[in-house]
């Protein structure tokens, strides 16, 4: 008999302010926004499937499926990510249910869904294994199980190690989430309870940024990660400084005189056996 994990409440009030800072939506209408099509499309989703999107965010990958005609559930640990996801939806003419809740404490039964679905956002939960579990407890046999997440040694991973000495302790226990990324640890979290797992990594084309520096500040203004390193280290302009001038410099390596980054990620997709 499956059951629903218990949430760790501690966890939950500190993950729900991180991303309540900024404005996560705009980076995902203004620079990752074709993520959520990408794993639509490879998780063969179509009419009348039941979809649940975790950590959808304001819904780049439910808002897809709902626009197939899918029966389209957008579940979220942000209260503000999802009232954004509404109002997305609802200009878009897309009919989907928004749900507040932790990937890692999925309120719904087991068995429940034709495909499960995060486009970077599950990878963001700290406890991996128990979000895996979640995923998988909640997706029917035979149905899919389709991800996103940013690889650690790609244009995001290297801007969270960037970040990381930067940042707060993370929480006891908590996993990098980058290795999300990497398809063994996936392969592990999902263990023998899958079948047909297959994973390719593909490259994001973003050129929203016309230089490192403008990357810098919208990514220091829009995205909670971000906005909680400069706010850790608020009261050290000289570390403000370097940190500036880290992130700058990494986004003039990766546009290398062009006018477009290649962000790397994993699609991962495999059937609940």
Same mark, same amino acid.
């Given at each position: 008999?499956?059951?629903?994990?218990?949430?760790?409440?501690?966890?939950?009030?500190?993950?729900?302010?991180?991303?309540?800072?900024?404005?996560?939506?705009?980076?995902?209408?203004?620079?990752?926004?074709?993520?959520?099509?990408?794993?639509?499309?490879?998780?063969?989703?179509?009419?009348?499937?039941?979809?649940?999107?975790?950590?959808?965010?304001?819904?780049?990958?439910?808002?897809?499926?709902?626009?197939?005609?899918?029966?389209?559930?957008?579940?979220?640990?942000?209260?503000?990510?999802?009232?954004?996801?509404?109002?997305?939806?609802?200009?878009?003419?897309?009919?989907?249910?928004?749900?507040?809740?932790?990937?890692?404490?999925?309120?719904?039964?087991?068995?429940?869904?034709?495909?499960?679905?995060?486009?970077?956002?599950?990878?963001?939960?700290?406890?991996?294994?128990?979000?895996?579990?979640?995923?998988?407890?909640?997706?029917?046999?035979?149905?899919?199980?389709?991800?996103?997440?940013?690889?650690?040694?790609?244009?995001?991973?290297?801007?969270?190690?960037?970040?990381?000495?930067?940042?707060?302790?993370?929480?006891?226990?908590?996993?990098?989430?980058?290795?999300?990324?990497?398809?063994?640890?996936?392969?592990?979290?999902?263990?023998?309870?899958?079948?047909?797992?297959?994973?390719?990594?593909?490259?994001?084309?973003? &050129?929203?940024?016309? !230089?490192?520096? #403008?990357?810098? @500040?919208?990514?220091? %203004?829009?995205? +909670?990660?971000?906005?909680? /390193?400069?706010?850790?280290? &608020?009261?050290?302009? !000289?570390?403000? #400084?370097?940190? @500036?001038?880290?992130? %700058?410099?990494? +986004?003039?390596?990766?546009? /290398?005189?062009?006018?477009?980054?290649?962000?790397?990620?994993?699609?991962?997709?495999?059937?609940?056996?």
């Amino acid at each position: 008999m499956t059951t629903v994990t218990e949430p760790d409440r501690g966890y939950e009030s500190k993950h729900r302010a991180l991303w309540a800072l900024g404005d996560y939506a705009s980076v995902a209408t203004d620079v990752v926004a074709p993520l959520g099509p990408v794993l639509v499309s490879a998780s063969g989703i179509g009419a009348g499937d039941r979809v649940l999107d975790v950590a959808a965010g304001s819904g780049n990958a439910a808002i897809p499926a709902a626009l197939l005609g899918a029966d389209v559930i957008a579940s979220d640990l942000c209260p503000e990510l999802l009232e954004r996801g509404r109002r997305l939806a609802q200009a878009r003419g897309a009919r989907l249910r928004w749900m507040e809740a932790n990937a890692e404490a999925l309120p719904f039964g087991g068995d429940a869904f034709d495909a499960v679905l995060s486009c970077i956002g599950v990878m963001f939960a700290p406890h991996h294994q128990r979000s895996a579990d979640e995923l998988l407890r909640v997706c029917r046999p035979g149905g899919v199980i389709g991800l996103i997440s940013w690889t650690p040694e790609g244009f995001v991973g290297q801007m969270f190690a960037t970040l990381k000495p930067y940042l707060p302790p993370p929480l006891p226990g908590a996993q990098p989430a980058p290795l999300w990324g990497d398809d063994n640890h996936v392969r592990d979290l999902l263990s023998d309870r899958i079948t047909g797992f297959a994973a390719r990594r593909e490259m994001l084309p973003v &050129a929203t940024f016309g !230089d490192g520096a #403008a990357f810098r @500040d919208f990514f220091k %203004a829009n995205y +909670g990660p971000t906005v909680a /390193a400069y706010r850790e280290i &608020a009261g050290d302009p !000289d570390r403000v #400084a370097a940190l @500036d001038a880290e992130l %700058a410099a990494l +986004g003039d390596r990766h546009l /290398a005189g062009g006018s477009t980054m290649r962000w790397e990620y994993l699609l991962v997709t495999a059937r609940k056996r």
